[in-house]
Structures are given as C-alpha cells and as structure tokens.
C-alpha cells in the first residue's frame, strides 16, 4: 500500500512540476527568425513605366528586415523614384516603409508588409499609414502603397541579399 | 522493538530520498537545454545597456540613404543594415552577431559598393525609449575577408567594415548611419578604422530594440519623409 502510495506521490510531483515551469527552449528559436533580408541598390525603369502622371527614370533603396518563423517582421525599407512631370519638371518620389511582417518566397525574393509614407515630392505635404507591400529579390523590388503597385525596379547596381 | 524501531527509521528515510530523487529529475525534465546550458533568452531578458555592449541583447535594423561628402560634389548612398545576436548566444564579451551591411554609393567612383555578413555587434538600448520600444545605438562590424563578400580595395588591407547607427526616432529623423573600412580582423571593437562617412541619415529609418517581440504597435502614420534636393 505505502508503495502504491508513493509512486503516486512521485507522479503527482513530476507532473506539477511540469506543468509549473513548462519547457521554453523554443523561444529563443522564434527570437532568431527564418530569415534576414539586406539591401542597398539601384536600377533604371523600362521606358513608359509611370506613377501618379509621373514618368519614372531610375530609382534607388535601402532595406533591412527580420522575419521570424510565424510570419511577424521587423524592419525598414526606404526607396527614392526620381521622375519628370507632366510640365517637365524634375520630381523626387519618397517611400518610407515599417515592416511588420514576411515571407520567404521559394524564388529567393520575400514579400514584405506593413505601413508606409508617400512623398510625392511635388511639395505637397506627405501622406502617411498608407499599407505597405514589397516583394524584393535579386532582380529587383516592386512596391505597393495604399493599394496602387508602383512598376518593378528592375535591379542594376548593388545588393539584395535573402539569407 | 530496537530493531523495529532501525527499520522504521531506514524505511523513512529512503522514502525521503526517494522524493528528492523525484523531485531533481523532475527539475531536469523541465529545464529546456539551453536554460541549462546557461543560455541568454532575449525575450526574458530585455535589460537596457547604459553604453554599447557587446554583450547587451539587441536587433538592429535600417534602410535608407546618406550623404557622402566627396569632390567634386557630394555622393548619395543608400545603405540597408541587419543585425541580430546569434542563436545560443553567450553573454562573454566577444559580441558574436549575424546580419548584413550592404552599402551602395550612387556615382561612378572606385570601391562605391559594400556587401559584407555581420559578425560582431555592440548595442546600447535607450533608457527612453519610444512608445514603439526602440532606440538606441549599436556598432555592427562586418566581415570581409569571407568568400563572396564585396569591400573597397583602397586603401589596401581592409578586413573589415565598422557601422554606427542611432535610432533617436520613429519618424527617421536625427537618425544616424556611419560607415568606415577597418585594417585590422573583424572583432566587437575594431581599432584601426578610417575616417567615417555618412552622418545623419538623408531619408529612411534606423530601427534599434531589445528583441523580435518588440514589434511596431503603433507605426507611424503621419507625414516623416523629409523633402529632397537632387
């Protein structure tokens, strides 16, 4: 009967324990993430590509984030699209972008989301919390504001880095 | 009786043993690897450095450009930055880190692109930080003697990259990003590093804070990009 007893005891121990202080080793996994996603580049649109009746030349970016495995980001994006104007004046386009979540595309480009602000740089004041969308890869990088898809950037001068 | 007694004695005892027996395995079965192990779990640790530390948790993140002070006009980068502790991190002064520094001056001048893996990170949290829980500083040192990587080759030598950023906003402003090429091995500190380019950031965002966790709850939805001169 004591024997009994005991073994009781000793499983009704183990599993209070367990319960009390559960296993946390994968936090520190979902802290690291899946992947990092590092640029700086620069490229020159085909002929005709255009925003908002703005003629787009070239355009440059710098971009890091962090996407965990559940999907959550971290990270900026910044991209400058230099143009001309229905008048023919020189125009400097400015996206600011906070990443809030990712992912990884089997094609080596990532997809990132979050909220953005748009400067037309035609001296109107800028609009903000506009939903961001960026697909960036080697090739390249296409972004979204508020719903419009800006023509794809196509990449000829420095880095984009999915690791 | 006496040696009923001894008996009595002896069985409590082993019954007492054997419940601290239980309850150290029971500890064992709990205790994930790493715990153990003496491991650093970012999420619950957020401690705030005071200086930059090679040692203080932290991620950091960016993207945006830099005016380059050059002859005969000034040079515009775009620069895009990671870094983050590595997994199993250990707290012993060596600041290991993974990441990226890609770095891309827009004209034709010699040694005008950077594309170099993080190894090494000092971080320092704001004591204040933003609603948003960022800012901060923090050193990330690339390494460029690894295969596939891109540094200038003038002057001749360079091993390594040193970039200092602050993040002293949620809009980007007063935010700083400065870049120099370092002579001597990729380490937390490097000591022989050129003049520095860069300075406070042109456009874009510097992102400093203690873990992945701390997210953007509130982003910015007011105006922030400043105007641009070409």
Known sequence: MKRILSALLATVVVLSIAVVFPRQGNQAEAVVGDSIVTGAAAGVFPAGASFNSIELAGGTFGLGAQISSTGAANGTIEAQFTGTSLIGLSQWITINGWITSGTSNPDGSVTLNGTSTLDMGDGTPPTGGLALVVNAGPTGITITVGGTTLPTLPKSDGWVINE | ?230
Do not use: W
């Open chain 2, 1 to 230: 009786m006496r040696q009923h007694r001894l008996v009595k004695r002896i069985t409590r005892s082993r019954a007492l043993c054997s419940i601290a027996a239980v309850v150290v395995v029971a500890f064992g079965a709990a205790l994930s690897s790493s715990d153990a192990q003496g491991r650093v779990d970012p999420l619950a640790q957020q401690q705030a450095g005071t200086q930059l530390s090679p040692d203080t948790l932290g991620i950091a993140t960016g993207g945006g450009t830099v005016k380059v002070t050059a002859v005969p006009v000034d040079i515009v980068a775009s620069f895009g930055i990671n870094g983050k502790r590595p997994p199993g991190f250990v707290q012993n002064g060596t600041g290991t880190a993974l990441g990226r520094i890609n770095y891309d001056k827009h004209a034709q001048v010699a040694g005008r692109h950077v594309n170099v893996p993080v190894t090494f990170m000092q971080v320092e949290l704001s004591t204040n930080p933003s609603p948003n829980g960022m800012g901060g500083k923090a050193q990330l040192i690339g390494d460029c003697t690894q295969a596939g990587t891109e540094c200038p080759s003038q002057p001749p030598g360079i091993q390594s990259v040193l970039v200092y950023v602050e993040d002293n906003s949620d809009t980007g402003a007063n935010d700083v990003f400065r870049i120099s090429f370092c002579t001597d091995a990729p380490s937390a500190s490097p000591a022989t590093c050129g003049v520095a380019e860069g300075g406070a950031i042109r456009t874009g965002q510097i992102q400093i804070r203690a873990s992945s966790s701390g997210g953007s709850p509130a982003v910015p939805t007011h105006a922030s990009a400043p105007r641009l001169l070409p």
